[in-house]
């Protein structure tokens, strides 16, 4: 069995979509995951289940919570041993310890073109900078609330679908 973490998107944002973290888990449950845990109330859900099957993941959660929830939840799947490769490829490993509230990693849903991260690539201003990897966007944001990097900016540009977490949450997930 591997081990692998799914990001969903829009859940539990400010009085829309809400799903309870109990449920969350059950529904992974129930379509056949196993070691089910959630972490965080936005939906990190870490799960294991065979290798064989990963490329199908996404398709079948979404697929399940729109069944079950009534709205469309986008999923981004990814190994829990990416996850491990994201935090150590960090860019911004010289920027002081006491600034990563400021850091955040942006799952893509599949990997850009590249002649569009040609174009998106490195971008850097006063209060923000990013940096594109192969499914990811590190971003350093002095606040992000009014970044240039949201999810829908993000989304527009690459063409695919993008939901972002905080440095913090991304290094405690892989302490699940």
């Known amino acids: 069995m ?11 944002d400010i009085g829309r979509h809400q799903v309870n973290m109990d449920d969350l888990k059950s529904h992974f449950e129930t379509l056949g995951f196993g070691n089910v845990v959630t972490y965080g ?22 697929s399940y919570l729109d069944n079950e929830l009534g709205f469309k939840v986008p999923t981004i799947v990814r190994r829990f041993r990416d996850i491990q490769n994201i935090v150590a490829d960090n860019p911004f490993d010289n920027v002081k310890a006491s600034e990563t509230s400021k850091w955040y990693v942006t799952f893509l849903s599949g990997t850009p073109a590249n002649e569009v991260k040609g174009s998106f690539g490195v971008y850097s201003n006063d209060s923000e900078y990013a940096r594109i990897g192969q499914r990811e966007i590190y971003i350093y944001a002095a606040n992000y609330t009014k970044t240039h990097f949201s999810n829908s900016y993000i989304e527009r540009k690459l063409g695919c679908t993008a939901t972002t977490r905080n440095w913090a949450t991304v290094n405690k997930l892989l302490e699940q």
């Open 41 to 62: 109330q936005n939906g990190n859900v870490l799960f294991e289940a065979e290798e064989a099957e990963y490329d199908s993941f996404q398709a079948q959660i979404e």
């Open 2 to 12: 591997t081990k692998y973490v799914a990001f969903l998107h829009g859940i539990n």
